[in-house]
């Protein structure tokens, strides 16, 4: 049997990192491409019979080759930015990404006004054509967006106007994070290698490391409520422009969810809450403490008695796929086999975990640091679920691929479920599965909780920013007033820097980076208990249901493949009965 690599392969895609020839030369073929969008896009009339289909055909058969070609480029180059914090050879690329992405834009935004102006009836007609039907979700979204937005020339200058005074600000906060260093035990850490501590099982080391990181992250607030004041100030400023007055219209339309979706998830979790409050209080006791602190909520309660080398991890994974559906276990092999993995532990990579995409390839590429617990296990299949659901899209149009983060949330968190149930299973003994049991009830904690505070924080922020900038220190009472109401004031001492910690909360293309994780944490649960119920049989079910994840709202979505109403508060409260089932079990069991 072959040893799996632990560190990825770029050169597959483009060989020589950020000095690369080839990726010179397929950014040179990306401009010559935008050129054509852009002459296309200025010839096209708006149709006004079936009979002008041909033109349209022509632009987006263009488009989605530009679109394809822009998302191989800007993955590849996410992928050196991760893997090397200071490779200074990125910096250009990503700027030459902005550039481009904004040249794309603007005829996208010409061509969705140009779709605007076509008559409803000559609409209707025109999307029920052969070229047309497969994407005609799509293209009636972007319709219906652009009649929210300002006339050509406005949205142009917004769009170039982004490049350097928008998504400048996160390139800005994630170079002045690849320079952070921490000092612990005598060893220079970068900043994910210090949060890597917070997840130690000796509450001495979680202290120091989350101090420390108090220490880091507060001496920089300076800096860093500048990058979330400028960028959120921009963002308002074109809501303003727009018309828009609820922030919460762009990450609701990005992804294709109704308010009322929203509402009936977040009431229910506060609904449920008060059932975890007597897990908070034993886990505390399990520890050896009073009362929680927030470094102390994702600390493991013993050791599961399972320390997995990547290799093992990745042999787990793959067993336990298999018994589900043999098409995602082939796929996520080839991933191990073919390097398409980043998981090594060493300084200069950036902190966290992604799966990213290069549709021209057709291949993805993930990034995390693995550290060999069941936690890191489960973070591997997470990621490797988002991948899965890549590899079903690419047989689809380009344009059909564009799933939004709710659903995306879903395959992932769906292949951490498989993995962290089989590991109870197949626990070793009482202690081992009292172990593996609260980390599962701790990843409920971490979507009802976590996610919630960043999402009562955020909403608060931007109600505040739209009258003036907001101080670091009202920042930091924003995020704790924000994690003592999601955190039904369980725990000790907070975590007021989170808001500068936290990457999501400065990323310019996905506003609002928080309720999706929980909306695919409990739309999953009611996929994985369809898949429990049917076995291998609900495979290519799970495939169709991926597959349309890209072409239409999630209502619509659920409704077609679970005979739900996402609207309502039944479907979330036996997602979260399902929950419960675990919670109970552990509080069952004896210290």
């Known amino acids: 049997m072959s040893t799996y690599p632990v560190t990825w392969n770029l050169n597959s895609i483009f060989a020589g990192g950020s000095s690369s020839s080839e990726l010179k030369s397929y950014v040179q073929g990306i401009e010559q491409h935008a050129d054509t969008l852009e002459q296309l896009v200025k010839d096209f009339h708006a149709p006004k019979n079936t009979d002008q289909m041909e033109d349209l055909d022509a632009v987006l058969k263009q488009l989605q ?10 993955a590849f180059v996410g992928c050196l930015n991760a893997q090397n914090v200071e490779d200074e050879g990125v910096s250009a690329w990503l700027s030459k990404r902005g550039d481009l992405g904004a040249k794309v834009d603007n005829s996208l935004t010409v061509f969705d006004q140009k779709l605007v102006q076509t008559d409803d009836d000559v609409w209707k007609s025109l999307l029920n054509q052969p070229p047309f039907r497969d994407v005609a979700f799509v293209l009636n979204e972007r319709r219906e967006h652009a009649k929210d937005k300002l006339e050509v020339n406005s949205e142009a200058l917004i769009n170039d106007l982004s490049v350097d005074g928008y998504d400048a600000w996160e390139q800005m906060y994630d170079q002045l994070v690849g320079k952070l260093k921490i000092e612990l035990d005598g060893e220079t850490l970068s900043i994910g290698q210090a949060a890597n501590k917070l997840d130690s099982s000796d509450r001495a080391v979680r202290k120091e490391a989350f101090d420390k990181l108090q220490q880091v992250w507060g001496k920089q607030s300076d800096l860093f409520s500048s990058t979330l004041n400028h960028l959120s100030g921009f963002r308002l ?14 990450p609701l339309e990005y992804n294709r969810m109704s308010r009322k979706t929203l509402d009936a998830m977040w009431n229910a979790i506060t609904k449920y809450k008060d059932q975890y409050i ?17 470094y102390d909520v994702e600390a493991p309660i013993g050791h599961s008695g399972t320390g997995w080398s990547f290799q093992e991890g990745a042999d787990f994974i793959l067993k336990h796929f298999r018994q589900f559906s043999p098409k995602m276990a082939d796929f996520a092999e080839m991933a191990f086999e073919k390097g398409w993995i980043e998981a090594e532990d060493r300084p200069g990579k950036q902190p966290g975990g992604f799966c990213t995409s290069f549709p021209d390839s057709e291949e993805t590429r993930i990034f995390m640091t693995y550290s060999g617990t069941p936690s890191s296990v489960a973070t591997l299949a997470h990621e490797l679920g988002h991948a899965y659901h890549q590899h079903v ?6 344009l059909n691929q564009g799933y939004a983060m709710n659903v ?29 049991l609260e980390d599962k009830v701790q990843r409920s904690i971490a979507f009802f909780m976590n996610i919630h505070a960043r999402f009562l924080f955020e909403t608060r922020f931007y109600e505040e920013r739209q009258h003036g900038a907001v101080s670091k220190q009202r920042l930091n009472d924003l995020m704790e007033e ?18 500068a910690s936290k990457l999501h909360f400065h990323i310019t293309d996905v506003p609002f980076y928080n309720f999706p994780y929980t909306f695919g944490y409990l739309f999953s649960m009611g996929i994985y208990a369809k898949a429990l119920e049917e076995g291998q049989g609900f495979e290519d079910k799970y495939v169709a249901l991926l597959q349309d994840t890209g072409r239409m709202s999630v209502e619509d979505l659920a409704m077609k493949h679970l005979g739900v109403n996402l609207e309502e508060a039944d479907f979330w409260e036996h997602a979260l009965d399902l929950c419960l089932h675990d919670l109970r079990t552990f509080m069952s069991m004896d210290n």
Request: no cysteine.
């Open 65 to 74: 080759l530009v679109l394809k070609e822009l998302a191989e480029f800007g």
């Open 237 to 250: 400023q074109v809501y303003k422009h727009r018309g828009w007055t609820n922030v919460l219209k762009e």
């Open 278 to 294: 007597p897990y908070m209080k034993k886990k505390a006791e399990l520890l050896g403490i009073d009362q929680l602190s927030f």
């Open 393 to 398: 899209m690419n047989e689809l149009p380009i």
């Open 408 to 436: 995306a949330e879903t395959a992932s968190t769906f292949a951490e479920m498989i993995v962290a149930d089989a590991a109870v299973k197949q626990a070793e003994g009482q202690e081992e599965k009292r172990v593996l």
């Open 482 to 499: 924000a994690q003592r109401e999601a955190y039904v004031g369980t725990l000790k001492e907070y975590d007021p820097t989170f808001w």
